[in-house]
């Protein structure tokens, strides 16, 4: 068996199921994207924004236009910070293109189109899982409701820290063991079952390895002990972005804690229905969830 499974429906798809324990059948290693920006000078207006023209699919996109516009994407008003930073995210299966309407100080539009280019996302099929794991019983299954009800609340915030803006680090030193996206197929009874694709990054890193903060932050959720995911912590940087780190063996946090890049915030463990310890680290702008990894140097 390489990974079992409960339920339906953890804001943290079904990664609290995964460990770094051949887990990753199928994997084929890609290049590590990132992507390319230019300055948008908008003539006539106002409003000069920056924007980047093409983005890949699961990205958080980082721009900054006159602090004095207002920015709408996806029905959403953007807030936008005193340097005019905003960001919002593309999601795994957005298929593009994004359109941003930017409205200047004069009241002029400009459909801002980012071109959304498609990822390879592969495909793990996992076997030996019981049947009887695919869904939990009634008890287990309103546990992990009312867990989740509260991360949802914790990453709806949309704080005025513009923590987003900083350059992304390392939570941890270690191997890739698990990429943002993959799609994962249990197979049941001889019958494929199509799982959440993995909703963030694996590092797989000895217990107790230290967890530094990738970019500051507040800290909106801290537990020890959540069903699927262990030990869990929400760190928020502002304007709807947050790294979430999840099957923690200690947490050294709490919530209200302001917390600066490279500070500790706990231990890599397996806590959860992890199989071995490492470390996931998922984000989401809102419910939107983004890849860690392209926010990240292509270093390694
Ligand atoms: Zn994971």
Same mark, same amino acid.
């Given at each position: 068996m390489t990974a079992r499974s409960v339920s339906r429906g953890s804001g943290f798809g079904r990664d609290a199921f995964r460990g770094v324990r051949g887990k990753h059948r199928g994997f084929r290693r890609s290049h590590i994207p990132h992507c390319a920006s230019i300055l948008l000078v #908008?003539?006539?207006?106002?409003a000069a924004a920056e924007f980047p023209t093409s983005v890949q699919q699961g990205s958080l996109v980082r721009a900054t236009v006159d602090p004095h516009a207002k920015v709408r994407y996806a029905d959403r008003d953007l807030r936008i910070g005193p340097h005019g930073e905003v960001v919002f995210g593309i999601g795994r299966d957005e298929a593009g293109p994004a359109h941003v309407d930017v409205r200047s100080r004069d009241g002029t539009h400009r459909d801002v189109v980012i071109e959304v280019t498609p990822r390879d996302w592969p495909v793990e099929r996992i076997e030996g899982v019981p049947p009887k794991t695919v869904e939990p019983p009634p008890d287990i299954a309103e546990r992990i409701k009312r867990e989740q009800a509260r991360v949802v609340a914790a990453r709806a915030r949309d704080d005025a820290r513009a923590d987003f803006t900083q350059a992304f680090a390392w939570p941890v030193d270690g191997r890739i063991s698990g990429r943002f996206g993959n799609q994962r197929i249990y197979v049941v009874d001889g019958k494929d079952v199509p799982k959440s694709p993995h909703s963030g990054m694996d590092i797989a890193v000895p217990q107790g390895t230290p967890v530094k903060a990738p970019a500051a932050g507040i800290v909106t959720f801290a537990e020890?002990? #959540?069903? #699927?995911?262990?030990g869990t912590i929400l760190l928020d940087h502002g304007h709807g972005v947050s790294s979430n780190f999840l099957h923690l063996s200690r947490l050294d946090v709490k919530v209200g804690e302001r917390i600066e890049q490279g500070q500790t915030i706990g231990a890599v463990g397996m806590t959860g229905r992890a199989t071995g310890p490492h470390l996931h680290w998922g984000m989401n702008w809102f419910d939107v969830r983004v890849d860690p990894l392209l926010l990240l140097e292509p270093a390694r």
């Open positions: #908008l003539a006539g207006t106002s020890p002990d #959540l069903y #699927l995911t262990g």
